[in-house]
């Protein structure tokens, strides 16, 4: 480790790294705007300047900026020399020439980087008197508002949105002291990933459109730490509440997961926490169909009454948390609980699971894929069905230019340098899949083929790789780059609900493993919890289909909207004449409309628990805030109906902590579930964590229309945190973090004060526990080809998922279900070409005894005799994958146009530039 000298200091650092890094790593406050930890450095704000010396006899030395100049052994540097002082301050007082002085009305005030940065260095006074250059804001959508006269020019939006996350439609426009950061036309932005802008930009010139529209000080939130629950990453957020709303969602840094970013459905898909559809009382179904509200105590005794010498089963759900579905479980018997899954999610979630359990290869973190330098992804459009894990796929074909760089003794942090050098050459990534993807522009190979051709096209590359003789090149040309890779990566997953294409993926990593040290597989699975009801149901689940057929006398349903696993029939015959159905849930749906009772159940927002990823890691959410009126988490519900009925063991348990206890002793694969986070005994200093930062404000003025003198605040008894800003927020383990903050640093740049080093783990260790670790016995099995037998003029539907739209809650968000959209036939441009229909024309899709009106997206990749169907949009919840369907031009079809629900010109903006922008 080189040793340099700051100020006199001598420190130890780390080699490879640049004077940023190693002041931060120190302790040392050295501003900056322009470096992030997760893209590097171009040196292009000035701003982390330093005073760098020849020798210890040199007093006066040379300007040089800290993120561009390496380590080197006996360097000496001056962060407080005069020269270097006046430099920052002068960088600072020149950004301000233009920047409007709005401090108290922009949506940043008080989480900005730059106020941080600006009273770091010392400026404060105003000498420029001229004119301030302005601009016009765009429309960027409904996610994201524009500012642009807050911009300080840093370049940090352009190098994430374009560099970083692979869009195409945001940049540096004009030069000089005009450049202008937009799109090159006003409209929505269209990478996934575009919210992270709100954390990236150092100022507020993006800012988070849906939280303006409810807007409160970002010192006013009440945070705590939880898990998003858009998909089954399980990346790790930190929502904010205010006056029982939640207001936003940021990112929370797990270096192991997420890091610094999250996808667009994870950071705005909450709005459904606030939705009027939400249940706030228990209801019972009256003689006319309508319900009657009931308060907990009258809910609870009929329950009881129901049950009581019934035949009771439950039907649980991945997207409840392991703790929910364990209480269920016990409290029908295992002989009577269905995890809630579809019949073929059922046997693709039980494979999976018992991969995970088997495989000989490595399972691994979205860190260590960011390290693989060849990808296969195999039929799974990973944006769509794991966002994070596609952008973490985008980083690691960059591996190529980084080996080249080592070679020419560039550090990896010189972005610039290290992109100019590698121009157009990526680690190779080849995508095998049935439609687009929006990974196929960085793939080097993308090969269209149907479901079941996909299966054998994996057996294919297998023979290929055992040294076999096989006629298909592709096959060979792909076995040939895997073997040559050093770390490579095979990515499958259940979306396209087929076997066969899970098993091919599991033996091409398998028989790579055989030939090298190791070799990762990742499976993307549907839910945030999938893994752990996978795990929970093991062998003794029944099948959805056989609890319909069993004819419950009672029917417990736990946060699963069942129009979206059972066809209309099963349907009908689950909640026919003398089955009473209650239901627990959170938002109006099909399942409670037809239930004889409804439980309102707290949101992830208002409750605790732990879910599942699908590399098998469980972590622990916790409340934000309190349930609004009845509400009461499912596992507090699923507790008093157990007491209530007497149940023997399940009735001896009263706290959160006794179920997680419970559940580890009585199945060993949740071992481990008690320290995926500490539990309610946890205490720093003898103190509890607090939710709301020590500059909260207003916990008087909040109820001062109902009592003037402050209320006392909630107590939790269930988790190590507290309603409240007394506590301390340092030196807990990372899963108890709820926000970050230090002495002279507001923003979520404060983030580095919580690693142990710079773009490393945090000091409190990695949230979470992994549970599955394999046996390496290998889980191949023997493949069983099937091919389906098509009919003439009829195609093979394909599953689409879409990012927004196709998860079951996020899609009651405002803003989501207008990204979302109406659902859609995905069309060829051949088949598109013979049925006579352009992009946006409506088609018949007919599928057995159903038909479906349709509008038409075209793609440019389709697999012969397919076409693609919107996944999880209600008009098409009754298509199968696999079946086939006709199509027929819809000559009635009327197009449609697509309702805008918030723009710049409709939020009560609180937001007004001093600069006299001109609005759009």
């Known amino acids: 480790m080189p040793t340099i000298f700051i100020d006199g200091q001598e420190l130890q650092v780390n080699d490879g790294e640049n004077i940023l890094e190693a002041c931060l790593n120190a302790g040392m406050d050295l501003p900056y705007f322009c470096w992030h930890p997760a893209m590097g450095s171009i040196g292009s704000c000035r701003q982390c300047a330093l005073v760098q010396y020849q020798n210890e006899d040199d007093t006066r030395g040379r300007i040089i900026m800290g993120c561009m100049t390496p380590v080197t052994e006996g360097a000496r540097f001056s962060l407080n020399a005069e020269n270097a002082?006046?430099?920052?301050?002068?960088?600072?007082?020149?950004?301000?020439?233009?920047?409007p002085h709005d401090c108290p009305v922009c949506a940043e005030g008080g989480e900005c980087h730059l106020q941080d940065m600006t009273v770091m260095v010392g400026h404060r006074d105003r000498r420029y008197t001229g004119k301030k250059n302005t601009y016009r804001n765009q429309y960027l959508g409904p996610l994201i508002h524009h500012e642009m006269n807050r911009c300080i020019t840093c370049y940090r939006c352009e190098r994430y949105y374009k560099d970083y996350a692979g869009g195409t439609d945001l940049g540096a426009q004009?030069?000089?002291?005009?450049?202008?950061?937009?799109r090159h036309?006003?409209?929505?932005?269209?990478?996934?990933?575009s919210g992270n802008l709100v954390e990236v930009c150092p100022t507020g010139v993006f800012t988070d459109k849906p939280f303006l529209k409810q807007y409160s000080r970002k010192w006013d939130l009440q945070s705590a730490p939880s898990i998003c629950t858009g998909c089954a990453v399980g990346c790790n957020i930190a929502p904010g509440e205010r006056y029982g709303n939640l207001k936003r969602v940021h990112n929370r840094y797990n270096h192991d997961v997420n890091g610094y970013f999250l996808c667009d459905r994870g950071r705005f898909g909450s709005g459904y926490v606030n939705s009027e559809a939400r249940l706030d009382y228990a209801g019972i179904k009256k003689s006319d169909g309508s319900f009657m509200a009931v308060h907990q105590q009258q809910a609870l005794d009929t329950a009881a009454n129901w049950m009581q010498g019934k035949k009771v089963a439950a039907i649980g759900s991945p997207r409840a948390s392991v703790e929910s579905n364990y209480l269920l479980r016990e409290l029908v018997g295992a002989e009577n609980f269905a995890a809630g899954f579809s019949d073929t999610e059922a046997k693709l979630m039980a494979s999976v699971s018992q991969i995970l359990q088997t495989t000989k290869a490595v399972n691994p973190s979205i860190k260590q894929i960011e390290a693989a330098d060849a990808i296969l992804v195999f039929g799974e459009d990973v944006t769509n069905t794991a966002p994070r894990v596609a952008l973490a796929l985008r980083q690691s074909v960059r591996n190529k230019s980084f080996e080249l760089a080592e070679q020419m003794g560039l550090p990896q942090w010189q972005d610039a340098a290290v992109r100019n050098l590698a121009q157009d050459q990526l680690s190779p990534m080849l995508i095998?899949?049935?439609?687009?993807?929006?990974l196929d522009d960085v793939a080097s190979q993308c090969i269209s083929l149907a479901p079941d051709q996909i299966a054998e096209f994996g057996v294919a590359i297998v023979e290929a790789m055992a040294g076999e003789p096989t006629s298909n090149t592709q096959a060979n040309e792909i076995a040939q780059i895997l073997q040559c890779a050093k770390n490579p990566l095979v990515i499958s997953g259940t979306s396209m609900q087929h076997w066969g294409i899970i098993n091919s993926a599991v033996a091409i990593a398998e028989s790579l493993c055989g030939k090298k040290s190791s070799c990762m597989l990742s499976l993307c699975v549907p839910e945030s919890n999938s893994i752990g009801s996978a795990l929970l149901a093991g062998d003794m689940s029944q099948p959805l289909s056989h609890l319909v057929e069993s004819a419950p006398e009672v029917l417990l349903v736990m946060e699963n909207d069942l129009h979206r696993r059972l066809s209309a029939q099963q349907m009908q015959q689950?909640?026919?004449?003398?089955?009473?159905?209650?239901s627990l849930d959170m938002l109006e749906n099909p399942t409670l409309g037809a239930s004889d009772m409804v439980l309102p159940?707290?949101?992830?927002?208002?409750?605790?628990?732990?879910l599942v990823n699908m590399e098998g890691r469980v972590q622990r959410y916790f409340?934000?805030?309190?349930?609004?009126?009845?509400?009461?988490?499912?596992?507090?519900?699923?507790?008093?109906i157990a007491a209530a009925t007497g149940h023997k063991s399940l009735s001896k348990l009263e706290h959160f902590d006794d179920v997680v206890a419970a559940c580890e002793k009585n199945h060993a694969q949740f071992d481990g579930l008690a320290i995926a986070a500490p539990d309610n005994s946890f205490r720093d200093r003898g103190l509890k964590i607090p939710r709301q930062t020590h500059r909260y404000s207003g916990r008087t003025a909040m109820n001062a229309g109902v009592n003037v003198h402050e209320p006392q605040q909630p107590h939790d008894t269930e988790s190590p945190l507290a309603y409240s800003m007394e506590g301390l927020n340092r030196d807990q383990p990372a899963s108890l973090t709820p926000y970050v903050w230090s002495p002279g640093w507001n923003s979520n740049?404060?983030?580095?004060?919580?690693?142990?080093?710079?773009?490393g783990p945090l000091k409190g260790g990695t949230a979470g526990q992994r549970l599955i670790i394999s046996t390496a016995k290998g889980a191949t099995k023997k493949s069983e080809n099937s091919t389906t037998d098509m009919q003439p003029h009829q195609w093979q539907l394909v599953p689409v998922y879409r990012v927004h739209g196709s998860e079951e809650l996020s899609v009651n968000t405002d803003e989501i279900a207008e990204l979302a959209g109406h659902s859609f036939v995905a069309l060829g441009e051949v088949v598109a070409e013979k049925l006579g229909v352009v992009e946006g024309d409506g088609a018949i899709v007919a599928s057995g005894d159903i038909e479906v009106s349709l509008e038409v997206k075209i793609l440019q990749r389709v697999a012969k005799n397919c076409i693609g169907f919107a996944a999880g949009y209600t008009e098409t919840m009754a298509f199968q994958a696999g079946s086939l369907a006709s199509l027929t031009k819809d000559k009635k079809w009327q197009r449609r146009e697509p309702q805008l629900i918030a723009s710049d010109k409709t939020i009560p903006d609180p937001m007004i530039s001093t600069g006299g922008s001109a609005r759009v």
């Open 85 to 99: 002082t006046e430099f920052r301050e002068a960088v600072v007082e020149s950004l301000m020439l233009n920047h």
């Open 174 to 182: 004009a030069s000089h002291d005009h450049l202008y950061f937009g």
């Open 185 to 193: 036309e006003e409209g929505l932005l269209e990478s996934e990933f």
């Open 432 to 438: 095998v899949s049935a439609m687009d993807t929006r």
């Open 574 to 582: 689950l909640m026919g004449e003398g089955t009473q159905v209650i």
């Open 601 to 610: 159940a707290a949101s992830y927002a208002e409750s605790q628990g732990s």
């Open 623 to 640: 409340p934000v805030f309190q349930p609004a009126n009845e509400r009461m988490p499912s596992w507090q519900w699923l507790l008093k």
């Open 749 to 759: 740049q404060s983030l580095q004060k919580f690693q142990s080093e710079v773009d």
